[in-house]
């Protein structure tokens, strides 16, 4: 497959890829959709804010599932968000303090926190009702997608108004950011 071919498949495919990443993430997956966002972003505004709101729409249903889940089994739904790599205990006594100071809007910070949605839905139930979780999980999920992809489309644009065919370029630049992104992130988290 070439560098052209990828890139149309993945714009072609990108409200579908945006909403299964996202909801995979909200449960059991550990990369953001974040990275396939900014990668649709690079080369379309219009598939990127499709894919941006698809994102959003399976993550606010993953959100939902576990809050239901968290409700109803709760020991085993934390052993299951537990098994997911790079989540930590650190992060659950970090939304519960959330949540104790804040009530159901602690979840507006949830998107900046680098705490991923998972755990933000697993406590939800003993702090707020299922319709106000996702009436403001929409929101702050819509906005750092439309954030980081935002960003996204601004860099491939001034890219694309230079002469040449960019695209190799921005797609080493993405890979190489999310490495690099990621790689501090899980230094941060497993530090004690």
Not at 99 to 109: E, F, I, K, M, S
Request: aromatic share 16%; proline share 6%.
């Amino acid at each position: 497959m070439t560098r052209k071919q990828f890139i149309a498949s993945v714009l072609a495919l990108a409200p579908l890829l945006g909403f299964l990443w996202a909801f995979a993430e909200g449960t059991i997956f550990f990369i953001v959709p974040d990275v396939l966002i900014s990668l649709v972003a690079l080369f379309s505004f219009r598939r990127f804010s499709v894919c941006a709101i698809a994102a959003t729409l399976g993550s606010i249903i993953a959100g939902m599932l576990v809050y239901y889940m968290a409700a109803y089994q709760p020991a085993d739904t934390k052993t299951i968000i537990q098994s997911v790599p790079f989540v930590t205990q650190k992060m659950f006594v970090a939304v519960q303090t959330g949540y104790d100071h804040h009530g159901a809007w602690a979840l507006a910070t949830a998107p900046i926190s680098g705490i991923p949605y998972k755990i933000h839905a697993f406590l939800a139930p003993a702090h707020v009702e299922m319709l106000p979780f996702i009436l403001i999980s929409i929101p702050a999920r819509l906005l750092r997608f439309f954030v980081v992809g935002g960003l996204s489309f601004l860099i491939g644009f001034l890219a694309r108004r230079r002469k040449g065919n960019p695209s190799g370029k921005l797609l080493a630049a993405h890979a190489i950011f999310w490495s690099i992104f990621y790689a501090l992130y899980w230094l941060k988290v497993m530090q004690p």
